[in-house]
Nanobody, 121 residues
Framework: QVQLVESGGGLVQAGGSLRLSCAASGSILSINAMGWYRQAPGKQRELVAA???????NYPDSVKGRFTISRDNAENTVYLQMNSLKPEDTATYYCYCNVRRWGTQRYNDYWGQGTQVTVSS
């Protein structure tokens, strides 16, 4: 099994910063990609940032220039630095990992439990 443990969420004022982290553990052979999604009440879950094993990144326009994703491949950990936070960033943030496990041939997606980010006006 693969487990993802997230941390770093909290309550901040608009314009502030938070740094989220997510550590993957378990029978991991290799990780193709890691990243973050978020979901606000009444809204669809949306991509926030993603990073491949080769370092390529992907951001939606809503967070470009404010959020930065990075990873520590040796520790199977992904980070999300969030700057200039806005109230509309308020959501539950979910870590994901596209993983090939020992004894398998395919990559599968795994999800963390979510961490709450609240940005006050």
């Amino acid at each position: 099994q693969v487990q993802l443990v997230e941390s770093g969420g909290g309550l901040v004022q608009a314009g502030g910063s938070l740094r989220l982290s997510c550590a993957a553990s378990g029978s991991i052979l290799s990780i193709n990609a890691m990243g973050w999604y978020r979901q606000a009440p009444g809204k669809q879950r949306e991509l926030v940032a993603a990073i491949t094993s080769g370092g390529s990144t992907n951001y939606p326009d809503s967070v470009k220039g404010r959020f930065t994703i990075s990873r520590d491949n040796a520790e199977n950990t992904v980070y999300l630095q969030m700057n200039s936070l806005k109230p509309e960033d308020t959501a539950t943030y979910y870590c994901y990992c596209n993983v090939r496990r020992w004894g398998t041939q395919r990559y599968n997606d795994y999800w963390g439990q979510g961490t709450q980010v609240t940005v006050s006006s």
